[in-house]
């Protein structure tokens, strides 16, 4: 089992809807969690962070996390082409170091 | 406020050379971690160094090191390529670790013939 697993995608929604973005982790004892977006050619950019069950909502962002499930989610409300990205989620397990997803390409088409 | 710097940004080597990135990190950041990413693999950790320790590693071969200095400046070595080592290596720093996130670097991409 990968240590976080993600959708890989790509997954397609049209202009104003809603992207939903799903991640799995299997370190129980991590504590910290991220979204990071990737676009075509250049380094990852960080998003969001989450460290406490619940819902974390910034700007058309919400990052969702169920520590009991080890499930991360990512909402991007009213999507907009600029989005287009790959999306990473990444898990600070005990000890000092981030682990990543594969990434789930997104693509919203105007 | 300076981001994390790596050099240089493109390299293309030959089979069986080594090479060596650097970083510089986020002025007062103290962990800076490494990472390989390619299209089929991702994102794949190879070392985390913390006021000039390593103090994390990942499945790479002994070809892969790196150092931290003082300043917290790091460099990654890559010795006897293959053609697989082609990726783009990124650089990222962090005030502590990871619990707050890494800030990345532009990246170094490698590419050896």
């Known amino acids: 089992q990968k240590e976080v697993e993600q959708n890989s995608g790509p997954l397609s929604v049209p202009e104003g809807a809603i992207a939903s973005l799903n991640c799995t982790y299997s370190d129980r004892g991590s504590q910290s969690f991220f979204w990071y977006r990737q676009y075509s050619g250049k380094s990852p950019e960080l998003i969001m962070s989450?460290?406490?069950?619940g819902d974390k909502e910034d700007g058309r962002f919400t990052a969702q996390l169920n520590k009991a499930s080890q499930y991360v989610s990512l909402l991007i409300r009213d999507s907009q082409p600029s989005d287009s990205a790959t999306y990473l989620c990444a898990v600070n397990p005990p000890g000092g170091k981030l682990i990543f997803g594969q990434g789930t390409e997104l693509s919203v088409k105007p | 406020k300076a981001g994390v710097t790596q050099t240089p940004r493109y390299l293309i080597k030959t089979r069986g050379q080594q090479v060596t990135l650097s970083c510089s990190p986020i002025s007062g950041h103290r962990s800076v971690s490494w990472y390989q990413q390619t299209p089929g693999q991702g994102l794949q950790f190879l070392f985390e160094?913390?006021?000039?320790?390593?103090?994390n590693k990942g499945n790479f071969p002994g070809r892969f090191s790196g150092r931290q200095f003082s300043n917290s400046r790091s460099e990654m070595n890559v010795s006897t390529l293959e053609l697989g080592d082609s990726a783009l290596y990124l650089c990222?720093?962090?005030?502590?670790?990871?619990?707050?996130?890494?800030?990345f670097g532009s990246g170094t991409r490698l590419t050896v013939v």
């Open positions: 160094y913390f006021s000039e320790t390593q103090r």
């Open positions: 990222a720093s962090s005030l502590d670790g990871g619990t707050y996130g890494y800030t």
């Open positions: 989450i460290y406490s069950n």
